[in-house]
């Protein structure tokens, strides 16, 4: 090919898939095992019990050889049934595919309308539930961390508006974009299914996805009547208590997993979750000193995991990610359906640290310019302060 060799680390700077750390692709780089071996055994009797404790849970972790799209389908096809209602919240372009895709299901959702600028309301959700004398709903959706837009859903807050309407119904909560980057409880929350993926801030390749499952909704599963045997959580429970699985796993992404897992506990979760916010603080710093608007409008609601930034009326965001792409190496992530052209996003999630953050801040920047869109200097210059006041109270005092 006549390319030309790009020098350096690209910036992969969408919030999603992330950077694979290189003790993660060494610990990918293993020959094939057996997958119903005793080797393998081993290996999959351990990440399935240490998974459990990214998400915060004793329950089942459920692992699938698939995208994030597979365990969305997993979650409302085991629980739920034909004609089922489901009440749903329109957070931005992510809910909307699962909204979409519960239709297909032949699913009955109700879908609370919003901005796409801030998080679900969890009073919105207590009213819906609360009209429902009869019980009609199954099942509460919600995405924690909506990738589409930079906006966090309160799940504590969810859960408590479903106990104060006295209502039954599951709640399963979308955390694709927020697991092991942004605080996340599955027990303590009472939530009945977590949905995840490998490609955020687990920091693996795409190619896994999960499924967090209660006692609650494994009795609501007995009942369901959808069609499913891939994703079903029947089949993958008893082949998984002996550390294995009803059908090939992806082995390799596994071993990925196992050091995965122990890197966040190195560097320990709430150290994680810590580092996001300040990436995400930084980031926030820097688009106000450009004079540029962070999509999300209600500051309780911003991701740590990523920033969406609105351009200029007449500017095209997607025109600025391509000068920049083409001149720094740098990929943002694109404005998705009612958003497209108008907000590019600045992934901060995953294996990422305050260096890597500011240039990626300097991309952006020196894009803005090349790109004519309108905007101050500085940016990198606040977030250079933010991350200097970080690390100077982080100091210990003498
Ligand atoms: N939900 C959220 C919040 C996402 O960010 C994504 C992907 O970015 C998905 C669902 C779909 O996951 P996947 O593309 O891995 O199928």
């Given at each position: 090919?006549?390319?030309?060799?790009?020098?350096?680390?690209?910036?992969?700077?969408?919030?999603?898939?992330?950077?694979?750390?290189?003790?993660?692709?060494?610990?990918?780089?293993?020959?094939?095992?057996?997958?119903?071996?005793?080797?393998?055994?081993?290996?999959?009797?351990?990440?399935?019990?240490?998974?459990?404790?990214?998400?915060?849970?004793?329950?089942?972790?459920?692992?699938?050889?698939?995208?994030?799209?597979?365990?969305?389908?997993?979650?409302?096809?085991?629980?739920?049934?034909?004609?089922?209602?489901?009440?749903?919240?329109?957070?931005?372009?992510?809910?909307?595919?699962?909204?979409?895709?519960?239709?297909?299901?032949?699913?009955?959702?109700?879908?609370?309308?919003?901005?796409?600028?801030?998080?679900?309301?969890?009073?919105?959700?207590?009213?819906?539930?609360?009209?429902?004398?009869?019980?009609?709903?199954?099942?509460?959706?919600?995405?924690?961390?909506?990738?589409?837009?930079?906006?966090?859903?309160?799940?504590?807050?969810?859960?408590?508006?479903?106990?104060?309407?006295?209502?039954?119904?599951?709640?399963?909560?979308?955390?694709?974009?927020?697991?092991?980057?942004?605080?996340?409880?599955?027990?303590?929350?009472?939530?009945?299914?977590?949905?995840?993926?490998?490609?955020?801030?687990?920091?693996?390749?795409?190619?896994?996805?999960?499924?967090?499952?209660?006692?609650?909704?494994?009795?609501?599963?007995?009942?369901?009547?959808?069609?499913?045997?891939?994703?079903?959580?029947?089949?993958?429970?008893?082949?998984?208590?002996?550390?294995?699985?009803?059908?090939?796993?992806?082995?390799?992404?596994?071993y990925g997993l196992d050091?995965?897992?122990?890197?966040?506990?190195?560097?320990?979760?709430?150290?994680?979750?810590?580092?996001?916010?300040?990436?995400?603080?930084?980031?926030?710093?820097?688009?106000?000193?450009?004079?540029?608007?962070?999509?999300?409008?209600?500051?309780?609601?911003?991701?740590?995991?990523?920033?969406?930034?609105?351009?200029?009326?007449?500017?095209?965001?997607?025109?600025?990610?391509?000068?920049a792409l083409e001149a720094?190496?740098?990929?943002?992530?694109?404005?998705?359906?009612?958003?497209?052209?108008?907000?590019?996003?600045?992934?901060?999630?995953?294996?990422?640290?305050?260096?890597?953050?500011?240039?990626?801040?300097?991309?952006?920047?020196?894009?803005?310019?090349?790109?004519?869109?309108?905007?101050?200097?500085?940016?990198?210059?606040?977030?250079?302060?933010?991350?200097?006041?970080?690390?100077?109270?982080?100091?210990?005092?003498?």
């Amino acid at each position: 090919s006549n390319t030309a060799r790009v020098a350096g680390r690209h910036f992969l700077q969408i919030p999603g898939p992330t950077p694979v750390p290189d003790r993660i692709l060494r610990a990918m780089d293993m020959p094939v095992l057996d997958h119903r071996g005793p080797e393998f055994q081993k290996l999959g009797r351990r990440v399935l019990e240490n998974v459990k404790t990214v998400f915060k849970t004793r329950a089942p972790v459920i692992i699938y050889p698939a995208s994030g799209t597979g365990a969305w389908e997993a979650g409302l096809s085991n629980c739920l049934s034909p004609g089922d209602k489901v009440l749903m919240y329109e957070t931005g372009h992510f809910a909307t595919l699962w909204r979409n895709m519960a239709v297909k299901l032949a699913l009955d959702p109700v879908f609370i309308g919003s901005d796409w600028r801030q998080g679900a309301d969890p009073e919105a959700i207590g009213a819906a539930l609360a009209e429902d004398k009869a019980h009609a709903i199954k099942a509460v959706c919600v995405v924690h961390n909506e990738t589409s837009t930079g906006c966090v859903s309160p799940i504590a807050k969810v859960r408590k508006a479903i106990d104060q309407a006295n209502h039954p119904a599951l709640l399963l909560v979308d955390t694709i974009s927020s697991l092991a980057s942004i605080d996340y409880r599955h027990d303590e929350w009472g939530v009945d299914v977590t949905v995840a993926g490998s490609q955020k801030g687990l920091m693996l390749p795409p190619g896994l996805s999960f499924n967090a499952v209660s006692d609650k909704a494994l009795a609501a599963a007995k009942a369901s009547r959808s069609p499913k045997l891939f994703w079903s959580w029947e089949e993958m429970l008893p082949a998984n208590r002996a550390g294995y699985f009803p059908y090939t796993p992806a082995t390799n992404l596994l071993y990925g997993l196992d050091a995965a897992i122990d890197m966040l506990h190195e560097e320990g979760l709430e150290n994680v979750f810590a580092r996001h916010d300040r990436h995400a603080a930084a980031t926030r710093a820097a688009v106000e000193a450009w004079g540029l608007e962070v999509l999300c409008r209600v500051p309780e609601h911003y991701s740590s995991s990523l920033t969406a930034v609105l351009v200029p009326d007449g500017h095209d965001a997607d025109a600025f990610r391509a000068r920049a792409l083409e001149a720094f190496d740098i990929s943002l992530g694109t404005g998705l359906t009612k958003l497209a052209g108008k907000v590019f996003r600045i992934g901060h999630l995953g294996d990422t640290n305050d260096l890597t953050i500011l240039g990626a801040l300097a991309g952006v920047e020196m894009g803005l310019e090349l790109a004519g869109i309108p905007h101050k200097k500085g940016g990198v210059a606040a977030a250079m302060a933010h991350f200097t006041a970080a690390a100077r109270s982080a100091l210990p005092r003498a």
